[in-house]
Each structure stands twice: as structure tokens, then as C-alpha cells.
């Protein structure tokens, strides 16, 4: 007698055979909806880019708005000054960016010392304060900024 031609045998390679269907199944699926995948073109890729780098158009309000989450004391800002939002690389990718330049307090009298800081900005948005290195504003031409140098506790 053949091991394996019984109806036992039948009955314990259905659980295999239905296994290996629905695996079929899936790889199958899994072959259709790759195929689906969509890799953005480079003229899309460039659309997306224009619409995150929209020059940003109330950057002063926005700064402002900002400025009393990211300073421990906002008010009594000396020699505030600003430049215009400027192209400019930020993380491996161009951002609108603005400078600035002034000396918060560190506590209630003392002065911490004149700093720079980068506004970045997102379709038009602020997003993020970072501190700049000297190359990121080497080029930038201040203005004053009053505004800044006025804001309340």
C-alpha cells in the first residue's frame, strides 16, 4: 500500500492547498496594486515645489505673533531689525526665509546679546524660528523693525 492515497491524506492537503491559493491571491493583489504606484514627475515635483515656496506676504504680523512663544520675555527688544524674505537653502531644500537680528532679555533686567535668528516659512506661512549661521545672513540687508522692539508681556 501507497502511504499518502487514503482519504486521510486528501483530507490533510486541503488546508495546504487553501493556503497556497489565498498566498497566490495576495502575491497576486500585491502585484496589481504596485503596479498602481505613482512616482510624481518632475514637472509635478516642481508644481509641489512652487506651491510650498510662495513668498510669504504678512511676514512681519506673523514674526510678531511668534515672537511671544519663542522669547521668555518679549518685551523691551533692543536694536530689532529685519530683512526681506529671501530664497534661501534650509535643510537640503529652498525656503522663504526672513532674518532677524536683536537682543531679548535673558531675565528681567539683563540683556542677552544680540542674536540671529531665521523665520522659516511654508506656503507663504510662518512655520519655525531657527538660529542662523553667520552664511545663512551674510547677505542679508537690515531694516529696523520697530514692531518688534514694542511688544507686550
Known amino acids: 500500500m501507497i502511504r499518502g492515497t487514503g482519504k486521510g491524506a486528501l483530507q490533510s492537503m486541503r488546508p495546504v492547498s487553501t493556503c497556497w491559493r489565498f498566498s497566490s491571491l495576495l502575491f497576486g493583489a500585491t502585484l496589481v496594486l504596485g503596479a498602481c504606484a505613482?512616482?510624481?514627475s518632475s514637472t509635478e515635483a516642481a508644481a509641489a515645489e512652487d506651491e510650498i515656496n510662495v513668498?510669504?506676504?504678512?511676514?512681519?504680523?506673523d514674526i510678531l505673533a511668534a515672537m511671544h512663544a519663542y522669547l521668555n520675555d518679549p518685551t523691551g527688544i533692543r536694536d530689532p531689525a529685519i530683512a526681506a524674505p529671501a530664497l534661501k537653502p534650509v535643510g537640503g531644500v529652498k525656503r522663504y526665509v526672513v532674518c532677524l537680528r536683536f537682543n531679548a532679555k535673558k531675565n528681567g533686567k539683563d540683556y542677552a546679546g544680540v542674536k540671529e535668528v531665521t523665520a522659516v516659512f511654508i506656503a507663504g506661512r510662518f512655520d519655525r524660528f531657527e538660529t542662523t549661521s553667520r552664511e545663512a545672513c551674510a547677505d542679508a540687508s537690515y531694516a529696523p523693525f520697530p514692531e518688534l522692539g514694542k511688544l507686550a508681556p
Open 38 to 40: 505613482h512616482h510624481p
Open 55 to 61: 513668498p510669504p506676504t504678512n511676514y512681519k504680523a
